[in-house]
């Protein structure tokens, strides 16, 4: 016979077990919640982390719990711009193999630096006698039995650099304006023939004028005063068409702004010494082609032609 308080008391059982798991399951999901909120809420107050590599950047966000900026690279420093108003500044040497592609054009002094002075490389178009007056139409080179003037056998190849020295057979002619034109034609029509080379214009080299006068009697009035004069042109014309000058009058010049004495047989032509020394001066004065036109070079400007130079006496010096 069945105990019915038995059954009873099993129900009761069985029903408190339910409830506390309920109750159980409830509080669970109710801790669950809690610490969900708890996530969330701890999320919002934190800034969005940065994805890879990315940093925020405080510009023009106007909140303090940005990050700090990245600091970019700082830029190149530039360098400075070529003072075309200043001579070519002293710098390391190079060796010869700079003047492998150097054109040298210039009168009778060139063509002893090229014989004299070790250079050993590069090309000499010289002419003796020849004036800055006659440069753009005197014949004075022949090739393969033609006949050119400098500049236009200047146009046969091509070269880095041009190396100018003319003026000495000048100095007794005081056409000091049309000497300055005539320097800034001829640099237009070298840079035409050879536009992506640097043109450096030499400073003319003082003269002996004591040695002059024992050899000839000075009979072509050449003088350092007036050598000074057209320096200061030849300055000025590199100035304004923006090529290189080398003063290398400063480089030779005495106490009493003179050729010292015994550098030169008869005051103006230079003895071997002489030459090894202006050598040593343009391999220690070479600009950059970068350095001086970092934009591209000045374009070429037409060139008007000259007035015929109708000078008898050119002042030139013999040999």
């Known amino acids: 016979m069945s105990n019915p308080y038995r059954g009873k008391r099993a129900i009761e059982r069985g029903g408190r ?47 303090a719990q940005d990050t700090d900026p990245v600091q970019a690279d700082p830029p190149p420093p530039k360098l400075p711009r070529y003072d075309f108003t200043q001579p070519a500044p ?10 492998d592609d150097a054109a040298f054009v210039g009168d009778s002094r060139t063509d ?31 090739i393969d039995g033609k006949d050119y ?14 190396y100018l020295c ?39 080299i003082p003269v002996n004028e004591g040695e002059i006068v024992n050899y000839n009697g000075n009979k072509y009035k050449l003088s350092n005063e007036h050598l000074r004069v057209y320096n200061d042109l030849m300055r000025r014309a590199a100035e304004e068409k923006q090529v290189v000058y080398l003063d290398l009058y400063a480089a030779f010049a005495d106490e009493n702004g003179e050729l010292p004495q015994g550098s030169s047989r008869d005051g103006v032509h230079l003895g071997k010494e002489s030459c090894i020394r202006w050598l040593e001066y343009l391999k220690t004065h070479t600009v950059e082609y970068d350095d001086l036109y970092p934009n591209g070079p000045p374009k070429a400007e037409p060139v008007q032609p000259a007035e015929p130079d109708n000078t008898t006496a050119d002042g030139s010096v013999p040999g």
Request: proline share 3%; with cysteine; net charge neutral.
């Open 17 to 63: 077990r339910t409830v506390l798991v309920f109750c159980g399951l409830l509080l669970l999901v109710l801790a669950a919640a809690a610490l969900g909120h708890y996530i969330q809420s701890r999320r919002a107050a934190q800034p969005s982390a940065p994805v890879g590599n990315f940093q925020p950047s405080q510009a023009g966000s106007g909140s």
């Open 90 to 99: 002293e710098r390391a040497a190079v060796d010869n193999s700079y003047f």
């Open 112 to 142: 002893g630096f090229m014989l004299y002075s070790g250079v050993g490389t590069g090309k000499g178009f010289t002419s003796n006698g020849l004036s800055i007056f006659k440069l753009a139409e005197k014949k004075a080179l022949t």
């Open 149 to 162: 003037t400098l500049l236009e056998a200047l146009e046969l190849g091509q070269y880095g650099k041009v």
């Open 166 to 204: 003319l003026g000495v057979n000048e100095l007794g002619i005081y056409k000091d304006d049309a000497f300055y034109e005539s320097y800034c034609q001829a640099i237009e029509l070298i840079r035409q023939a050879q536009p992506n080379a640097i043109i450096y214009i030499q400073g003319l």
